[in-house]
């Protein structure tokens, strides 16, 4: 029987690249986002089911997983590639701005570990989380988005440890700066870009597939042995010092 999988964020730029890569191996998709017409044209490219869903929240995420439970029997994996990027210094951050940060990344990512634990607990599965190089590496600018993921990676190594009885895994994927619509406005600066992909120790950005590869192996029931990580797929910028 193929593998079933739930990727919330499914059209963004990372979400999309993983839904390519799982669909090439023959799982059944259900795609979940906000904007009904992008879902439903990765859907139409795919072949998958959607499910329109704000991912902060909870009721409507918890629908979703029932959603994906009645069309496949069961879950094999979830994945959260929703997101935000803001970057702006803590004096200048309003708190509309702090909040909207928390909630789009740290509340999505609790809606969906509640959700598919619940979802998933008779069955056991993987559940993926989306954290930043950032959350680990002092980097300026980056207080709220950098809060929101450290959370996430708070939220993941619990997770983990409550269900692993349960054969849930838990796992989070670090990306560093990545070539996504997330990023576009800042990588349209030639200098940015240049400075940005100096701080990587492989000297360059990173690329959607670099992190849905990740996210794709961390999902395959074969990881069985694979739970409570934070894997940096992040050119080195967590762990290395750039020579340049």
Partial sequence: MADSYVVFGAYGGVGSALCRRLTKKGAKLLLAGRDEARLASLASELGAQTFPVDA????????????????????????????????????????????????????????????????????????????????RIGLPNHEAISAAKAGIEGLALAAAATYASKGLRVNCVAPGMTRTPLTAKLLQNEMMAKASAGMHALGRIGEPNDIASAIEWLLDPEQRWVTGQVIGVDGGLSRIRSRS
């Fill in 56 to 135: 902060t929240n909870l009721r409507q995420v918890e629908s979703c997983m029932k959603q994906a439970a009645e069309l496949y029997g069961q879950v094999s994996g979830v994945a959260n590639c929703v997101g935000s990027l803001l970057l702006k210094p803590a004096h200048l951050l309003s708190e509309e701005e702090w909040d909207a940060t928390i909630t789009t990344n740290l509340k999505s990512a609790f809606a969906v570990v509640r959700a598919a634990t619940i979802s998933m607990a008779q069955q056991g599965g993987s559940i993926v989380l989306l954290s930043t190089a950032a959350a």
